[in-house]
């Protein structure tokens, strides 16, 4: 079975200029994340859909940065303009059900973003 | 609130040793609790959870937790170490079960020394 895929796995890019990350979660899973990891702050929770529903996006740094899902079956998410210190690793995960079940998540292999 | 704490941001072990990574949370509520692992250059993948049920929990790859009410503690152990098991090991918590609860370690990075 297909696990979460992310693309791209890498884009170097420079300030000011646009970042689209994209994501297509597991089929049959409601729930998808979006977490950054870096060296300074660990993993964070950026922002959280249910049913393709924004939940949770108070984890997103700033207005720079934005998600969306229209389907069950993609997601986006945007950094316009980007900036140096966005520069880091950029998960995309995804869950079946609620309750528990949700604390299973199911990573992609990651977006790394280098932002010079 | 929750929180974790993970004792050591790197463990260095010889192969065939006992691994011993630290996890401490801290919950309002009876905590959900779980183990990430993490390779290099690739996602996060679940190694066990901790639901309430037994306090000891087996995971894949031969690793274990037990979860310690009383010291408010979820260590990670396996009994003896092997070169494939060199990654970054992450606990969480979860004080309502759902994703949107969880909130993950620092990390602990496993050093298998030959």
């Known amino acids: 079975d297909a696990g979460v895929i992310q693309s791209p796995r890498h884009e170097v890019t420079e300030m000011g200029q646009e970042v689209t990350l994209r994501c297509k979660p597991i089929?049959?899973?409601?729930?998808l994340f979006w977490y950054r990891q870096t060296m300074m702050r660990g993993l964070e929770l950026l922002i959280y859909?249910?049913?393709?529903?924004?939940?949770?996006d108070s984890g997103m740094p700033e207005d720079r940065f934005s998600a969306k899902m229209p389907n069950a079956s993609f997601s986006t998410l945007k950094i316009q303009p980007s900036e140096p210190r966005d520069s880091a690793v950029y998960f995309c995960?995804?869950?079946?059900?609620?309750?528990?079940?949700?604390?299973?998540?199911?990573f992609g292999e990651g977006s790394r973003l280098t932002v010079l | 609130a929750q929180s974790v704490t993970q004792l050591g941001s790197h463990v260095s072990v010889s192969e065939g040793a006992l691994v011993l990574l630290r996890c401490n949370y801290s919950s309002s509520v009876p905590p959900y609790l779980f183990w990430y692992v993490q390779y290099p250059n690739q996602g996060l993948q679940l190694l066990l959870k901790?639901?309430?049920?037994?306090?000891l929990v087996k995971g894949i790859n031969g690793f274990e937790a037990e979860f310690k009410k009383s010291e408010t503690s979820f260590h990670l152990t396996k009994p003896s170490a092997h070169m494939s098991d060199a990654a970054e090991y992450f606990c969480a918590v979860s004080s309502g079960g759902g994703a949107d609860g969880l909130t993950f370690g620092k990390g602990t990075h496993l050093i298998i020394q030959p």
């Open positions: 995960a995804s869950s079946l059900g609620s309750g528990i079940a949700q604390g299973e998540l199911f």
């Open positions: 859909f249910n049913n393709n529903v924004p939940i949770d």
């Open positions: 089929s049959g899973h409601n729930s």
């Open positions: 901790y639901t309430s049920a037994a306090t």
